[in-house]
């Protein structure tokens, strides 16, 4: 009786069909390329471990943009350091001065959390310090202020992302490091040191012989 309406009907439930195929077949790709994924196919930037969406392949390894991509040579790197090498300069690491206040103590990584919004634009991020307790924990109440004044100011992702990352930050506070042993992030940053490190010796190496 319509068979203009039955026509275009027939052909929206065609393109809903083709469209559910092509997700279905994309997502069963992206699993078997990516077995180690975030739950709705994140994976994890191997330099700075954000959870992202495509990023750049370096063999095994995934990057989240182009820059942490160059980085990620100090990834590789940093798996070639001898096992002794790194536990002796992440107990120098740990059982020194912080690098903040000079005072000594227990120093490790702390994690702070921050976000700002304006209307329609949220933006996110996570920072990472090696200190002593007492810093860390100054930078948190810091970046917890600044998510408590400028978080809530976009919507919907302002309104609904201040309470998560003001809720990290008071986590953070009362949840440090264990200040007995040294924590896997703190090796992971002493070890990606050490192979910037290596990388710049060895290039003013190669300046001299040339």
């Known amino acids: 009786m319509f068979p203009a309406a039955n ?3 027939g052909k929206c439930r065609r393109l809903k069909g083709d469209y559910f195929r092509r997700e279905q077949s994309s997502r069963q790709q992206v699993s078997a ?10 994976a994890k930037c191997d330099y700075c471990g954000t959870f992202m969406f495509g990023g750049v392949r370096e063999g095994d390894l995934r990057f989240c943009n182009k820059q ?9 790197l940093a798996t ?6 790194l536990a002796a300069r992440v107990q120098d690491v740990h059982g020194g001065p912080c690098p903040c206040c000079g005072k000594e103590g227990s120093v490790d990584v702390h994690t702070s959390h921050r976000i700002w ?3 329609i634009l949220t933006q996110w991020n996570s920072r990472v310090l090696v200190s002593c ?5 100054k930078r948190k109440v810091g970046d917890l202020a600044f998510c408590l004044v400028l978080g809530w100011w976009g919507f919907p992702w302002g309104v609904l992302g201040t ?11 009362f949840q440090s490091p264990d200040a007995s042993a040294p ?6 940053i002493v070890g990606l040191n050490l192979a910037a490190e290596f990388l710049r010796k060895d290039g003013a190496r190669g300046k001299l012989a040339a």
């Open 7 to 9: 026509w275009l009907w």
């Open 33 to 42: 390329n990516s077995p180690e994924t975030f739950p709705f196919y994140m």
């Open 68 to 76: 942490c991509h160059t980085n990620g040579v100090l990834v590789k």
């Open 80 to 85: 070639s350091i001898p096992a002794e090498v």
């Open 117 to 119: 919004s304006a209307l």
């Open 133 to 137: 307790r007492s810093c860390g924990i």
């Open 163 to 173: 309470p998560i990352q003001l809720f990290k930050n008071a986590v953070g506070i």
């Open 183 to 188: 924590s896997k992030m703190l090796n992971r």
